[in-house]
């Protein structure tokens, strides 16, 4: 497995090592040791979560502020832009953000630690998530920050407004959220 760093330290692309063949391909998704190995820390998942949405569902951005859910990202059918905010305000990357394409065919996968929000957009017809959380859910410390948010300028690449939930469009400005010191 490879890692392909991004821009807030922290928050690492895996990407497997794919076996194709005529019959189709093979890959390992997750090894602990060497999940740990490139991450740099021990890490315990407690809960795997899927979800499936279809075009233009927009999710997040999601967070927990106490029980805080680091989170291993993966797509199993369809394609989304997976994007990460750094709600750390003692970080040099506060209020900053980075975003992934991923998807069935590229088989990258997202590791997104605690101390982030976290949300998806569809690309394509349908797509199915997978992720490993490492606490588990917590409705009571639920967090969410508003996908338009002018602070942080996510370019979300759709032309019309994304379908949200009730809960994502009453979620707050940056500014105005519990964040992690």
């Known amino acids: 497995m490879n890692t392909i760093p991004t821009a807030i330290e922290g928050v690492t692309i895996l990407e497997p090592k794919v076996y194709s063949d005529n019959r189709g391909f093979f890959y390992e998704s997750f090894n602990q040791r ?3 190995e490139l991450v740099g820390h021990k890490v315990s998942f407690v809960q795997d979560n899927r979800s499936y949405s279809i075009r233009n569902v927009l999710r997040g951005l999601h967070y927990q502020i106490q029980q805080p859910q680091g989170k291993l990202v993966s797509v199993l059918t369809g394609a989304i832009l997976d994007v990460v905010v750094d709600i750390r305000r003692s ?19 997202l590791w997104v630690p605690k101390g982030f929000a976290h949300g998806f ?45 009730t809960r994502d469009q009453q979620a707050k400005l940056l500014a105005d959220a519990e964040c992690f010191d």
């Open 91 to 109: 970080s040099p990357t506060f209020g900053q953000y980075i975003e992934v394409e991923l998807s069935a065919e590229n088989k990258h996968m």
């Open 121 to 165: 957009l569809v690309l394509t017809n349908c797509a199915e998530i997978s992720y490993k959380t490492t606490d588990y859910w917590a409705p009571e410390y639920e967090r969410s920050i508003i996908w338009n948010d002018p602070a942080i300028a996510i370019q979300w690449p759709t032309g019309e407004t994304p379908i949200l939930s």
């Open 34 to 36: 060497k999940f740990e």
